[in-house]
């Protein structure tokens, strides 16, 4: 019970994003996925509700192998404004819009469009914060964006991570690899654009992360086949990532410690961690997984 095990996790697929700080017009990734965003993955696949207390599954310790560090992509995105294809449901929720779309269509000489049909130049989205209207009491839009808002998105492309998370109770880590393999939600690298590919939890392995990281081949990119040899796992050292279970003086805290998660954001404290070049054993262990 008191020996450290170790669930290994592979992240990998096309897109990936671990947000720290981003906000709505700036959407940036970190270079590597978070504990957040993993402790997140996991707790979506156990079937955790938002507002649930994440228990032992905020105790574990983290640490991430980066066998792809990827490249980074930028995705530029304009959000609303243009012509906005008016539904049956805004002109029922925003008499103001509604208004609108009666005198432009008295105003055109040809038949009106099919309801619903109609449109509007530089209008945005569908109606925000629907309210009352304090004199009529019709549902109006309390909240209404007339221009295009350009916000861009950070993504890491072609990158494979190698995830640890280490703990006593090996009972506990078995729970959340079956878990990972056999979601109740769905499962996201970051984001919702980003789902993962192939085989996702790797098994749970005796000792400690960096342990677990030195005696593991790096993540194969492609498929090998019976009549190729495996591709080479000694000539690359990767970066790891491994947080420490106390403060360590010189190095700055990162502010992904998973408190609770929420609908309306959730609550983060501070956590630890070292990096280091991992020299992957000569007889480091294969993978027979799905890619």
């Known amino acids: 019970m008191n020996d450290p095990h170790v669930l290994l996790i592979r992240l990998a697929g096309p897109l990936q994003s671990w947000g720290l700080t981003g906000r709505f017009a700036r959407r940036d990734t970190h270079t590597r996925p978070t504990k957040s965003g993993v402790i997140g993955l996991c707790a979506a696949a156990l079937g955790l509700a938002r507002e649930e207390p994440l228990g032992e599954l905020a105790e574990v310790l983290f640490g991430v192998r980066a066998d792809r560090p990827g490249t980074p992509l930028r995705?530029?995105?304009?959000?609303?404004?243009?012509?906005?294809?008016?539904?049956?449901?805004?002109?029922?929720?925003?008499?103001?819009?509604?208004?609108?779309?009666?005198?432009?269509?008295?105003?055109?000489?040809a038949e009106p469009a099919p309801f619903g049909r109609g449109e509007l130049e530089?209008?945005?989205?569908s109606p925000k914060y629907v309210t009352a209207d304090p004199t009529s009491g019709a549902l109006i839009s309390a909240e209404v964006r007339r221009h295009a808002l350009i916000t861009e998105r950070w993504y890491l492309a072609?990158?494979?991570?190698?995830?640890g998370l280490e703990y006593p109770d090996a009972v506990l880590l078995e729970r959340i690899a079956h878990a990972l393999e056999h979601p109740k939600h769905l499962l996201w690298l970051g984001r919702k654009a980003c789902p993962p590919s192939g085989d996702v939890a790797l098994g749970v392995v005796p000792g400690t992360i960096r342990e677990a990281?030195?005696?593991?081949?790096?993540?194969?990119?492609?498929?090998?086949?019976?009549d190729e040899p495996p591709a080479p796992v000694t000539d690359v050292r990767p970066w790891a990532w491994i947080e420490s279970?106390?403060?360590?003086?010189?190095?700055?805290?990162?502010?992904?410690?998973?408190?609770?998660?929420?609908?309306?954001?959730?609550?983060?404290?501070?956590?630890?961690?070292?990096?280091?070049?991992?020299?992957?054993?000569?007889?480091?262990?294969?993978?027979?997984?799905?890619?």
């Open 75 to 109: 995705d530029y995105h304009t959000v609303g404004g243009g012509t906005y294809p008016l539904r049956p449901r805004d002109l029922l929720t925003d008499h103001q819009r509604a208004e609108k779309a009666t005198e432009a269509e008295a105003l055109q000489d």
């Open 122 to 125: 530089a209008w945005y989205g």
């Open 158 to 163: 072609d990158a494979a991570f190698l995830v």
């Open 213 to 226: 990281f030195e005696t593991h081949a790096l993540l194969p990119k492609d498929p090998c086949y019976d």
């Open 245 to 291: 279970p106390h403060p360590l003086p010189g190095i700055g805290p990162l502010p992904d410690q998973p408190v609770q998660f929420g609908a309306d954001g959730g609550v983060h404290s501070l956590r630890w961690e070292t990096r280091h070049r991992i020299t992957i054993a000569s007889h480091a262990r294969g993978w027979d997984i799905i890619l």
